[in-house]
């Protein structure tokens, strides 16, 4: 493992499998969102947003005239 920075109580350590670890006070490891937070602000990862795909949606007078064609089914149904 390799010391890369140190910044007051924290300090980031490269380990062999390049991926990032980061101790605080007392040796603790740091895990999860502050770990990623802290990684960001050093410059040493990039966050990626998520995108969410866009849903389409059916225009209304499609979905209208398929409620119309349900209601004649079940009434012819009964």
Do not use: C, H
Not at 32 to 56: C, H, M
């Amino acid at each position: 493992m390799e010391i890369v920075k140190t910044e007051g109580d924290i300090t980031i350590i490269k380990k062999r499998s390049g991926r990032f670890g980061v101790q605080g006070k007392n040796k603790k490891w740091i895990n999860g969102d502050e770990k990623t937070k802290i990684l960001a602000d050093a410059g040493l990862i990039k966050i990626s947003v998520k995108q969410e795909a866009p849903v389409e949606e059916a225009p209304a007078e499609e979905t209208a005239e398929a409620a119309a064609e349900e209601a004649t089914i079940d009434s012819s149904a009964e």
